[in-house]
């Protein structure tokens, strides 16, 4: 069974840095793509970020530039840096990783107030 368990979420002013984590269980977390995702109320979530086994990244073009996403497969944790933080980017944050079936975190609620 995987579970992830994603942290490091809060409200910051526009323009500040945040890091989210998010700690997987599983043997086979190094090669797993990694995934965040983020949700609105009222909207689908959006991937934003993906990181594959190898290191290999992708980013949507509304957080390029500004968020890093980056793993540790000794502590079997991904990371999402957020710099530049606008109030577009509140939302709940997801981690992913799909394998058969897509697992989800519990979500972290990032506040970047206007």
């Known amino acids: 069974q995987v579970q992830l368990v994603e942290s490091g979420g809060g409200l910051v002013r526009p323009g500040g840095s945040l890091r989210l984590s998010c700690a997987a269980s599983?043997?086979?977390?190094?090669?797993?793509?990694m995934a965040w995702y983020r949700q609105t109320p009222g909207k689908q979530r959006e991937l934003i970020a993906s990181?594959?086994?190898?290191?290999?990244?992708n980013y949507a073009d509304s957080v390029k530039g500004r968020f890093t996403i980056s793993r540790d497969k000794a502590k079997n944790t991904v990371y999402l840096e957020m710099d530049s933080l606008k109030p577009e980017d509140t939302a709940v944050y997801y981690c992913?990783?799909?394998?058969?079936?897509?697992?989800w975190g519990q979500g972290t609620q990032v506040t970047v107030p206007s």
């Open positions: 992913n990783v799909h394998l058969v079936v897509d697992f």
């Open positions: 599983g043997s086979d977390f190094s090669i797993w793509t």
């Open positions: 990181i594959s086994p190898g290191g290999r990244t």
